[in-house]
């Protein structure tokens, strides 16, 4: 039973691996986290991958990013070395993001692609009452929190001549 399991995924690994290979020879790409950042800040990311041995503060900040971006992630098996390795590079690769798949179909094949994305339902919209609704506007004498009194103007009292 457990050597059908690692044959599956060592099989799963080389795909991945290859489906990497094709993207690096024709597509586009950016190596590293502040590239990526930056290109999911943008919005020109369409896949994130991350090594399983990145930190956990910088993994949850990506997945945000991503999140918010709509771009798919998938976490990659190897550490940030065998991601570099798949790459073709000599180095270490702890965020890869993909701009540009090129002839590779990685996309849509991935697990956290955007082809599984679209098949996720849209969330339903908050109902009247429900946590998290909008809040109601603020009334045009409320600065803040603290309602704003009007002046009045002061009452002209009469001089006393005499």
């Known amino acids: 039973m457990v050597a059908t399991s690692t044959k599956k995924t060592k099989k799963t690994q080389e795909s991945i691996n290859s489906r990497l290979s094709l993207v690096m020879k024709s597509g586009k790409y950016t190596l590293g986290y502040q590239s990526s950042t930056k290109s999911l800040r943008l919005g020109k990311a369409k896949l994130i991958i991350i090594a399983n041995n990145c930190p956990p503060l910088r993994k949850s900040e990506l997945e945000y990013y991503a999140m918010l971006s709509k771009t798919g992630v998938h976490h990659y098996s ?85």
């Open 78 to 162: 190897g550490s940030n070395i065998d991601l570099g390795t798949a790459c073709g590079k000599y180095y270490r690769v702890g965020v890869l993001s993909i701009t540009d798949p090129g002839d590779s179909d990685i996309i849509k094949q991935l697990p956290g692609g955007e082809g599984s994305a679209e098949a996720a339902p849209a969330p339903a919209a908050p109902t009247k009452g429900a946590k998290g609704a909008a809040p109601a506007p603020k009334p045009s004498n409320v600065v803040g929190d603290k309602p704003v009194e009007k002046k009045k103007p002061a009452a002209s009292k009469p001089s006393k001549k005499q």
